[in-house]
Structures are given as structure tokens and as C-alpha cells.
């Protein structure tokens, strides 16, 4: 061999085992590629189920704290509405304690509470409804009687039994009545 020949021969067997190692190379590379991406994959999931469940329990917080809320509301609003509510009753009170006054005079009283008591029920925005000689109207009223009678018109309130009641467009209670035709 001459010496050229012993000079490559170590080169080429160099190059052959670099030419070996760099497939393993690339992929001991394209390995810590995958891992490091996977890495971070596993991160951004945790960083995910982190942010479900802060959001989760925000939500949950917001949904209790609504209701109560809306518990307090009611609470209030009922307790508005009995306290306008308790003069009437201290009327009634003091109607049913007096026992020397006269008929007209205890008359009076009454009606001056039932006075009271709707301009308390006006003050909070309920309204009456239901009279004789209106026409009929089956949202607000409830017919229990029917009478034929030529002399009024057709779906007209003869009597009225109970009045109804609304709150703005709510009906609280329809007004009882008998109908003609």
C-alpha cells in the first residue's frame, strides 16, 4: 500500500462512520425536538386546566353570589311592601279594640282604612280592575256565571264577584264575574 492509500484509507473510514453517525445525529436531535414540543404541549395543558378551573370557579362564585342577590331583593321588596302594609293593620287594630263607638262612626273608620290600604297597593303599582259594564276580556277576567239578556251587549260584566288585580302588565289575580251573552 502506498502511503496516499494509508493516508485516505483512515479518512474514508472516518467519513464512513460520520456519514453513520449523522443519521443518528438528526434524530437524537429530532428526538429532543419531540420531547422539548411535548414538553411544552404538557405545559400549555396544565396552563389550560389552570385557567378551566379559575374560570370555573369564578363562575360559580358569580352564579351564588347572584342568587343571593336576587334572595336579598326579595327579602327587601317584601319588606318594603309589609311596611307601608302596617298602618292598615294598626287600624284594623284599633277598629276591633274600641268597642264604645257607633256603627256610623265605626263605619267611617273602616272605610278610611280601606281607603288607606289602596292608596298603600296604588303607591306600589297595583291596580284594580274588574267592573260592572265592562266587556269581558278572558286575560284579565274569569267568567263564572253567564246570564242571556237582550237589554246588554254581548260579553259584558253583569257583576262582579271579586275585582282583579295587576301590577303593571302581570295579572295578580283575574276579577270574578258573571257575563251576559
Same mark, same amino acid.
Given at each position: ?30 428526538? /429532543? ?10 405545559? /400549555? ?54 268597642? /264604645? ?78 257575563? /251576559?251573552?
Amino acid at each position: 500500500m502506498s502511503e496516499e492509500t494509508k493516508n485516505t484509507a483512515p479518512v474514508e473510514e472516518q467519513e464512513a462512520e460520520n456519514t453513520k453517525k449523522k443519521p443518528q445525529l438528526k434524530k437524537n436531535a429530532k428526538i /429532543a425536538e419531540l420531547e422539548e414540543n411535548v414538553q411544552k404541549a404538557e405545559q /400549555a395543558l396544565k396552563d389550560s386546566e389552570d385557567k378551566f378551573l379559575r374560570l370555573a370557579a369564578e363562575y360559580d362564585n358569580f352564579r351564588k353570589r347572584s342568587f343571593k342577590e336576587k334572595d336579598d331583593i326579595r327579602v327587601s321588596s317584601k319588606t318594603d311592601v309589609i311596611e307601608k302594609l302596617l298602618p292598615v293593620i294598626d287600624n284594623f287594630e284599633r277598629a276591633a279594640l274600641n268597642n /264604645a263607638t257607633e256603627l256610623e262612626d265605626y263605619r267611617k273608620g273602616i272605610d278610611m282604612t280601606f281607603r288607606q290600604f289602596m292608596d298603600i297597593l296604588s303607591s306600589i303599582g297595583v291596580e284594580a280592575f274588574g267592573a260592572e259594564g265592562e266587556t269581558f276580556d278572558p286575560n284579565f277576567h274569569s267568567a263564572v256565571m253567564h246570564v242571556d239578556d237582550e237589554s246588554l251587549g254581548e260579553n259584558v260584566i253583569v257583576q262582579v264577584f271579586s275585582k282583579g288585580y295587576k301590577l303593571g302588565d302581570k295579572v295578580i289575580r283575574p276579577a270574578v264575574v258573571k257575563v /251576559a251573552n
